[in-house]
């Protein structure tokens, strides 16, 4: 079982849907990341919480340290936002590298 | 004024043959990483170096050699490429080991071994 698990795996949403894709950990951290993953490949961080919720522009990023859970949500999703999402853990233990989930596709058809 | 580089972007080789990856940073970050994401997309990290140093090492084969000149440059040497070597490689940098900073991602380079 991977520590770090998201869901759903794939999504697929109408223009102007909200979305929300979640992430559960069962380990303990000093930071979450999520990354955003376009086709071609390139990483780009979205978001770095340790607590509470991020906003930018339309993503509004939040985590319950307790729970282990974080969300990430896109407002009036757009076709541009099809990639795939990352969510990634800062292990209190392994000092700065990322631990991964396994990716959620997320598709905005027009 | 690309923050990460990383070259070549791809890379299509022969079994056995010896290959290197570039990657460099301009943002003054002490900390770089190499991961390796696979063919369902999972990413996995391969070394950590901090300040030219080797920090992790994370039961990768001894065919893949880290390389660190200075700190703003973190290269890849793979000997012997393997067909289960092919995977789209990433060099990451963060500012340091501690802090809580955000990442920043190369754009990969994808390997073809064949």
């Known amino acids: 079982k991977n520590e770090v698990e998201q869901s759903p795996q794939n999504l697929t949403a109408q223009e102007g849907e909200f979305i929300t894709i979640n992430c559960s950990y069962s380990?303990?951290?000093?930071?979450l990341h999520w990354l955003q993953q376009h086709p071609g490949g390139g990483i780009v961080s979205l978001f770095m919480?340790?607590?509470g919720k991020k906003k930018h522009g339309r993503l509004i990023a939040t985590i319950n340290i307790q729970e282990k859970h974080s969300s990430l949500h896109i407002t009036a999703s757009h076709p541009r936002d099809s990639a795939v999402y990352i969510c990634a853990v800062r292990k209190s233990t392994s000092g700065s590298r990322l631990t991964f989930g396994e990716g959620t596709q997320l598709t905005v058809n027009p | 004024d690309t923050a990460v580089s990383q070259t070549p972007k791809y890379l299509v080789t022969q079994m056995g043959n010896d290959k290197s990856i570039k990657c460099e940073q301009n943002l003054g970050h002490d900390t770089m990483y190499w991961y390796k994401q696979d063919s369902k997309k999972f990413l996995k990290i391969m070394f950590s170096y901090n300040n030219k140093e080797l920090i992790i090492n994370e039961t990768v084969p001894n065919r893949f050699s880290p390389k660190s000149p200075d700190k703003a440059h973190l290269n890849l040497h793979i000997n012997s490429l393997e067909l289960g070597d092919s995977a789209v490689y990433f060099c990451?940098?963060?500012?340091?080991?501690?802090?809580?900073?955000?990442?920043?991602f190369g754009s990969g380079t994808r390997l073809t071994v064949v």
């Open positions: 919480l340790s607590s």
């Open positions: 990451a940098s963060s500012q340091d080991l501690m802090t809580d900073g955000g990442y920043t």
């Open positions: 380990v303990g951290i000093s930071a």
